[in-house]
């Protein structure tokens, strides 16, 4: 019997460390209305920094000529100074243009240009690394992304900097509906997540977004879905490389016409999907008197209501799903947590026993 205790006392402490020490990455982004910081969410940076190993603030945008855009505001700087916090800047492929990104991939010179404009900023403003958010690629331009991931690592890497990438998630590499093929070909399949994974610092994973405006409304990381995510990924990734996405925010679904923009032209009439904070989602629970409803299989919680003679539903992501991702990355030994975003939050994940900073 001491024995067994003995057992299970130490397993209680190996996964208790594991989890203090997960590395904690949060995103940030900018007030639409002038590209800086709201007091708010430097005050939620400051009051949790404990809990905070990594801010990631989405600044930067990568034109196709290699020209970098963007401002590091100096307020996030000093405060991460004074509380130990790394910064790791997001770069994206600005309005995450396909075309663009591909002239992009396909000029040698364009990537030498921006690959120095990364090592500039770099070494201008001491970061940790980087991080490239580059979405909506094409299939097609599978190697050559990889090819310039590859340039862009060895030259940070040799310069002391670490490069990390957020990569859309797949389950596999088979499509069984247009949708599917449609979302591979120009979503998820352009990442090599092998050769990605052997030359970044490590790979977030965007396991968000399962149901978007061009599916069926449902929840946005279903437990089941994002476990398959991650186990697509460590067939070809070390788990000590691989941090869990995880969204604050949650899926608010109303019926309407779509904007056409890139929206393939049967998928134009159906539900859209807003994405919203948690305080809107208890604004929307309290305007429509609903409760919450528990989904044991997904691991998260949904409402749905009838507004104007039209169904509604809210998928919520707040900290009881939060808590249950948290146990996936403890059960496959992931990196950590790359949670998009801050500021949105239900404040009650800062409460759950893995708070601490590594």
Known sequence: MRIITIIILTLFISVSAFATNMEKLFYITTDLADFSYNSDLLKDIKDHANAISIIAPQIYQLDENGIISGNMDSRL?????????????????????????HNFLHNPAAQERAIAGMLALCKKYQFYGLQFDFENININDKTQFTHFFQLAANKLHQNHFILSIAVVPRTSDISYTDYDRWYFNNWSGAYDYEALGKNSDFISIMSYDKHTTLTTPGPLAPMDWVEKTIQNLLKVVPANKL????PTYSGYWTTG???PGNVPEKYKYRSKETQI??????????QFNQPLIWHDQWKSSYAMYTHHERNEYLFVEDAQSFKEKLKLVNLYHLRGI????????????????YSSRD
Do not use: R
């Open 77 to 101: 700087l000093a405060l991460a100074k004074e509380t130990n916090i790394k910064i790791m800047p997001l770069i994206i492929n600005i309005h995450f243009d396909q075309d663009q990104f």
């Open 243 to 246: 941090s869990l996405g995880v």
């Open 257 to 259: 016409m779509l904007d």
């Open 277 to 286: 904070s948690y305080s809107m989602v208890l604004s929307l629970l309290s």
């Open 338 to 353: 790359s949670v998009w975003k801050l500021g949105i939050e239900d404040p009650a994940i800062w409460k759950e026993p």
